[in-house]
């Protein structure tokens, strides 16, 4: 009795280490996960300018993502450092500065917007969504994001205008070479 007991628990054991469903289809999934290695938690969202935004997976350039709120002192004293770096780099990176609105207000992304004179797009997380997905707990948290859609780095608090361009260039480097 005790052998076909044993006999029935190692062939439960045997069937659900040899059958795993995405071997079954085939399919190999990427994790989301909001750190270092992982894929970018996918969304969409609309932007100051009415246009929509997204992750999705692969891209055609690397993507700096910056989570923003008008009233963030240290993102006040890392708007001027962003705008500059999303000018010098914006033909070989994307730039998305999300305003958590839902810890902030429409009003105050805007005001925002014009005193830094930021260009590059502000998607609007007016529900808190994507900062939930991202686990976002201060702002501003900033995120380096591959052309495979991988993070490569998340960076929680102010980042420092030449190590966010050191890190860019190591990034740019690492997926199109050398830069000069």
């Known amino acids: ?27 190999v999934m990427a994790e989301q996960k909001p750190e270092a ?23 055609d350039k690397p993507l700096v993502i910056n989570f923003w709120a008008s009233w963030c002192g240290p993102c006040k ?23 958590v609105t839902s810890n902030d207000s429409l009003e105050g992304a805007q005001a925002f917007v014009k005193q830094y004179k930021l260009t590059f797009p502000i998607p609007m997380d007016v529900t808190g969504d994507v900062a939930n997905r991202y686990w976002i707990q201060a702002f501003p948290t900033t995120y380096l994001v591959d052309k495979q859609g991988i993070i490569r780095k998340k960076i929680i608090g102010m980042v420092e205008g030449p190590y966010l361009e050191m890190e860019l260039k190591k990034m740019l480097e690492e997926t199109s070479g050398p830069l000069r």
């Not at 054991?13 to 059958?19: A, E, K, Y």
């Not at 290695?37 to 891209?59: C, I, M, S, W």
């Open 1 to 27: 009795m005790k052998r076909l007991v044993l006999a029935m628990i190692m062939a439960v054991l045997l069937g659900s280490v040899i059958w795993q469903p995405s071997q079954q289809t085939g399919a």
């Open 37 to 59: 290695g992982f894929e970018a938690p996918h969304f969409t969202l609309r932007g100051l300018d009415n246009q929509t935004y997204g992750v999705a997976g692969k891209r």
């Open 77 to 99: 004293l890392e708007a001027p450092d962003l705008q500059k770096i999303a000018e010098k780099y914006g033909q070989q990176v994307d730039f998305y500065g999300i305003n």
